[in-house]
């Protein structure tokens, strides 16, 4: 299978815990290959536009004010099937039903301080990907 990409963010509970190292092993030990990476601290308006697809759910304004808290590590992985499998590193979204193993379950304190995010398709992972890097910070 060809290599494709994927984007993840690691989010403020998980840099404030001082997880991200720990994070990015298990990402590198899965197979993924670091493309792009930073570190960030979203305003509420970024955090806000990068989320516009939750807009009309509940928890839109504890998501937005949430990914605003602290520093975020934003990357784009490349890997064989990365979208599908990184979703599974990863574990379902609330961390009381992820997988034993996966990212959430070890490091997720809650379902919206969760520890990471993960894009859910190869569309979203490309515009994901350009919110945070131009074509200059990716090899
Ligand atoms: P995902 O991150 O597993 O793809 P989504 O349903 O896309 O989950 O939700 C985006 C983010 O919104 C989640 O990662 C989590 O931080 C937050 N979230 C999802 N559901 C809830 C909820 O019921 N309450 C509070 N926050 C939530
Ligand atoms: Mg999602």
Do not use: C, W
Not at 79 to 87: G, I, T, Y
């Amino acid at each position: 299978m060809a290599k494709n990409r994927t984007f993840t963010m690691i989010k403020p509970d998980a840099t404030g815990a001082g997880n991200t190292g720990a994070i990015i092993k298990m990402i590198e030990e899965a197979g993924f290959r670091i493309v792009a990476m930073k570190k960030a601290h979203l305003s509420t308006d970024l955090a806000g536009k990068f989320y516009e697809i939750h807009k009309e759910r509940p928890f839109y304004g504890e998501l937005v004010a949430y990914m605003s808290s602290g520093a975020i590590v934003p990357m784009i992985l490349e890997k064989e099937n990365a979208v599908e499998d990184f979703r599974k590193l990863i574990g379902a979204t609330d961390p009381k039903k992820a997988a034993p193993g996966t990212i959430r379950a070890l490091f997720a304190k809650s379902i919206d301080a969760n520890a990471i995010h993960g894009s859910d398709s190869d569309e979203n992972a490309v515009i994901e990907g350009n919110f945070f890097f131009s074509q200059f910070e990716r090899f």
